[in-house]
Structures are given as structure tokens and as C-alpha cells.
């Protein structure tokens, strides 16, 4: 049986240049980085036995501090909620008018990606420490911050999936002579519901961990009491509090995951 | 009612319609023809031939660049806003890919035809009255859907969501519809339904239909006129009597 003719591969193309070209050009960019930071692996190597004595006491947790964080990481979790629900509430409009397939005016969906970069720059240390001299100490201010995270976040996220929608539906509805928001109930809606959900959940997630630091600038919430038991160098409680959050997380992933099974 | 007026009245008429896309593609050349009231028009035409830019100037979802196109005698390119929606109202689409809303239910989506008729916020709040829900099992039941009223959208087979298609467009009460190939993702058994269920539309409720078509055969058998494009142009026009084999090659040289 003849073989049959297999055109040739370029030279490029049959030696990988292409995909070692960039690989060594990462790992440049990383070299270079640590030295010009000053980032320097062996201080990690050297201190590590200090990393693995801090482990050591944590690993005795204090579980009857448990009883005094369950107020705080009730709060924490309604701040998480409030922000993301907040944030995700103020992203559905922008990111409509931020995405390609629905707005043909260039202009303003650049002016609205330029303004949701903007707000993705803040960084949220920044803003909490910004919202905690204006609204006092207290949870306000851990809200206020992780709305606009969220926001940021929450909008770029979404404007990705609608452009990922069936453009037909939305060719269907305009030809029944639909206006603009009945085509974006019925044709954009139903088709990205389930991801904004999930991105929703995912963002709220985030915000949850987030607050934990955020409570450290007085913004409310759980990590004030992480900051309280780091500083009293009390480590046994230190764990209980990251305990403590990693189940939040956990049961939000799961409510996550069977949420997105439900609704696809 | 409409199907017994006399051909001469035509619904639709072009009238040197040129169109040329954003990037200088002909899509139309000097496009002029009137459709009577009532008929069944078939477009054959190679692929790229411009089959589905014409459909779409008649309800405007795409802009001509010169001419006219009027319906009902009136001339449609300075409508705008309401008045573009109103006409909308009144001419059905059927598209190849029946763009239902997959995540929808077939209700949802048949109940879409009507959002033309009702105000934005009770369209969005789903008020839609009694009578309108009845016409959906009415709908339905034409295409012989009903049992599927409450199934997902994308839980239909291929030749179903075009039923379901049909039947939003039936919610409109058209005088005109436009379908795009509509049977070219279909097997040749459910194309048939689909063909036969438009020619039922137009012969029982003198809808005039407007039909694209790959398939000759297919043109041949429900069409009461033949039209013919290449490379946006008119190239062909004959009443089905005069349709021969001989004479549609031209279209495809
Ligand atoms: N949005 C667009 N921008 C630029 N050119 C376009 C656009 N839509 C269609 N065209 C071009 O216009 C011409 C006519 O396209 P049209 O879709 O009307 O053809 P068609 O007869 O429907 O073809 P098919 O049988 O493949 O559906 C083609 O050359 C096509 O490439
Ligand atoms: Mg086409």
C-alpha cells in the first residue's frame, strides 16, 4: 500500500519553536522579577522552620474560642452577602452595556470598559482603609468595599459570558418587533442565568476570605478577632478562626456546585 | 379571506433596491419585483447569492442602501422605533436554526411571538392576558405540539423546535412570513411536515409565505413562483407553470 502524501511541516512549526520561544521568555520574566524585586528563594529556605513552629501551635486549636467567633463569622458572611448581592446587582446593567454583542456603539462600550478597568485597579486594602475613615469602624465600611470589588469583578466576568450567548434567539425576537429590554428578558437572560449565578456564588466566596482581611482595617466582621489573636500571639484560636472560614467556603462551594447542577 | 383577492395586489414590492454591505459586498443589485398577496414564493439561488440579505430587507433587519421596498403600498425605510416595531408585528420569521430559547420552555417561547403586541413591562412581568395563553394551545395544537407546551425548549427534536417556531410566529397573526431555509437542517420525512405546515398556513389563512430554499425539488413542489438570484441579482422570475428543469440551470450558471 503506498503512503499516502503528508505535506511538509514548516521547520517553525516540526521543532516547537513557537511554544519554546515562550516558555523561555516566561521564565525569564520570572528571573528577572525576583531579582529586581529582591524576592529571594533561599530566605524562604532558611526561614521555613519558622513557618513549620507557627504550624505547630496551630495545631492545637483552642475550640472553645469557637463560641466567640460565631457572632463575628455571622456578620462576616452578611457583609459577603450584602457586597456581592450589591455589587453583582449594579454589574447586570454595565455589563450589558459593556458587551460587544449587544452594543454596536463603540464608544460607549469602550467608555464603560474603561470606567469598570478603573474600578478594578482599587485596591480593596486601599478602599476598605478609605471607607473605615469615612464611615467609622464597623461593617459599613467592609460592605461599601466589597460591593465595589464585586462590582469590578463581578461585571468583566459577566460581559464575557453575554458575549458567548446564541446571537439567533436574539434575531428571532427583534423580527416579532421586541424592544430592547423585552430582547434582553427574553433572548440574553435565560441563556446566561445559570453562569451569572455561578459567578455570583463564586465572587461571594471570594468576598468571604476577603473579609477576613478586610476586618483587620476595622472593617468589620471575623478578621477583627484574627487580628486581635495574631497580635495576642494566640494561635490556638488564630486556627479556629481559619478553620472556621475554610467551612464557610466549603459550604458555599457545595451550595455552588449543586446550585449550578440544578439550574443547567 | 386574503388568498381570494386578485393577484394584483401585492403585498410587497421592491422597487431598485440596491444593497451593499459595510465592507463592499453586493449583497442586492437593482432588485425589483412585486409579491401578490397570498402567494407562495420560493428563492433558490447558490450559496452567497444574497437569498437571505433579501428576506431580511422586508422586515428590516437589514437596511437597503438605495431604493424602495414597500408593504402595503407604503414605503418601509423611514420607519423607525414603534412604527418598525408595529411592522415587525405583523411578518413571521422562521429561521434555519429556529432560534428558540434553548433554556426556555416551548410555552415561553411560543408566548414570544406576542411581545410586539404588548407593553415592554408586561412582557417582562409575563402579563399576558387569558386569551393570549389560549392561543398558545391553539398554536400548538396546529403544529401538534401540545402535549410539549411545558417541556424545555432543547428537550425537542429538530424538527419540533421548527413546529414551535411556527407556532410563535402563528401567536403574531402575520400577513407575511419569511423563512430562511428553513428545512435545511431537517431529514427529508420532517422537512415535509415543515413544508407542508407553511403551505397549510398559506392556503388555509392566505398568509403570503416567502420561502429560501438549497433544495429545487423542494421549491418545485410547494412553490406557486420561482425567483432566482446569483450574485444579487434578479436572474430568474416564473409562475410555477412555467418552472423547467432547462431553464432554472440558468440560476446556477
Ligand atoms: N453582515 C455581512 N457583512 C458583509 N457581508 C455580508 C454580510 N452578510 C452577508 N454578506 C455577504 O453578502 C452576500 C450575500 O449573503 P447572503 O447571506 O444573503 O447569501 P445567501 O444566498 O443567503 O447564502 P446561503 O445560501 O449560504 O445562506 C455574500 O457574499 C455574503 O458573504
Ligand atoms: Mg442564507
Redesign the pocket.
Known amino acids: 500500500m503506498a503512503n499516502p502524501e503528508v505535506p511538509h511541516r514548516p521547520w517553525t512549526q516540526r521543532y516547537h519553536v513557537a511554544a519554546i520561544g515562550w516558555s523561555a521568555l516566561l521564565i525569564a520574566l520570572l528571573v528577572a522579577s525576583s531579582i529586581m524585586t529582591g524576592a529571594n528563594f533561599s530566605i524562604f529556605l532558611a526561614n521555613i522552620d519558622q513557618f513549620f513552629a507557627l504550624l505547630g501551635q496551630m495545631s492545637h486549636p483552642t475550640w472553645a474560642y469557637t463560641k466567640i467567633i460565631i457572632q463575628p463569622l455571622y456578620e462576616t458572611i452578611q457583609m459577603a452577602l450584602l457586597g456581592t448581592t450589591i455589587g453583582a446587582a449594579l454589574a447586570v446593567p454595565f455589563s450589558l452595556l459593556a458587551a460587544s454583542n449587544l452594543v454596536t456603539n463603540q464608544i460607549l462600550r469602550n467608555l464603560i470598559r474603561f470606567f469598570l478597568d478603573l474600578v478594578r485597579t482599587l485596591p480593596d486594602l486601599l478602599m476598605a482603609a478609605i471607607f473605615v475613615a469615612i464611615f467609622g469602624i464597623g461593617s459599613t465600611a467592609g460592605v461599601v468595599t466589597l460591593a465595589i470589588f464585586s462590582f469590578g469583578m463581578v461585571s468583566k466576568l459577566f460581559y464575557e459570558v453575554i458575549e458567548t450567548i446564541d446571537m439567533g434567539p436574539l434575531e428571532a425576537l427583534k423580527s416579532v418587533g421586541a424592544s430592547k429590554v423585552t430582547l434582553i428578558w427574553y433572548a440574553v437572560l435565560p441563556q446566561i442565568l445559570n453562569q451569572f449565578v455561578s459567578y455570583f456564588l463564586y465572587t461571594l466566596e471570594i468576598n468571604v476570605r476577603a473579609s477576613t482581611v478586610l476586618g483587620y482595617l476595622g472593617a468589620g466582621g471575623i478578621g477583627v478577632y484574627l487580628q486581635r489573636s495574631l497580635g495576642e500571639f494566640n494561635y490556638g484560636a488564630t486556627a479556629v478562626i481559619i478553620l472556621a472560614t475554610l467551612v464557610v467556603v466549603l459550604i458555599i462551594d457545595g451550595l455552588s456546585n449543586h446550585l449550578r447542577r440544578v439550574l443547567l | 379571506m386574503a388568498a381570494t383577492q386578485p393577484a394584483t395586489d401585492s403585498i410587497i414590492s421592491f422597487r431598485h433596491v440596491n444593497?451593499v454591505?459595510?465592507?463592499g459586498?453586493?449583497?442586492?443589485k437593482d432588485i425589483n419585483f412585486d409579491i401578490p398577496r397570498g402567494q407562495f414564493l420560493v428563492v433558490v439561488?447558490?450559496?452567497?447569492?444574497?437569498?437571505?440579505?433579501?428576506?431580511?430587507t422586508i422586515n428590516r433587519l437589514?437596511e437597503i442602501s438605495s431604493g424602495e421596498i414597500q408593504i402595503d403600498n407604503e414605503a418601509i425605510s423611514a420607519y423607525k422605533g414603534k412604527a418598525l416595531r408595529q411592522l415587525r408585528c405583523h411578518i413571521g420569521m422562521i429561521f434555519?436554526n429556529f432560534n428558540l430559547v434553548k433554556r426556555s420552555s416551548v410555552e415561553k417561547n411560543v408566548l414570544s411571538g406576542l411581545v410586539g403586541y404588548y407593553p415592554t413591562w408586561k412582557c417582562v412581568l409575563g402579563l399576558f392576558s387569558a386569551h393570549d395563553h389560549q392561543r398558545v394551545v391553539q398554536a400548538l395544537d396546529r403544529v401538534s405540539l401540545t402535549p410539549k407546551i411545558f417541556a424545555r425548549a432543547d428537550e425537542l427534536s429538530g424538527g419540533q423546535q421548527q413546529r414551535v417556531a411556527i407556532a410563535r410566529t402563528l401567536m403574531q397573526d402575520p400577513h407575511i412570513i419569511l423563512a430562511?431555509?428553513p428545512v435545511a437542517s431537517l431529514d427529508p420525512r420532517t422537512s415535509k411536515d415543515v413544508m407542508d405546515t407553511l403551505k397549510r398556513l398559506n392556503r388555509e389563512d392566505g398568509i403570503t409565505v416567502i420561502v429560501?430554499l438549497?433544495s429545487v425539488a423542494i421549491a418545485r413542489q410547494y412553490a406557486d413562483r420561482i425567483i432566482g438570484?446569483r450574485?444579487?441579482e434578479l436572474v430568474y422570475d416564473e409562475p410555477i407553470a412555467n418552472v423547467t428543469e432547462a431553464n432554472l440551470d440558468q440560476i446556477y450558471n
Open positions: 444593497k454591505y459595510a465592507n459586498t453586493v449583497g442586492l439561488g447558490l450559496s452567497g447569492a444574497g437569498k437571505s440579505t433579501l428576506l431580511r437589514h434555519q430562511d431555509e429560501n438549497h438570484l450574485a444579487g
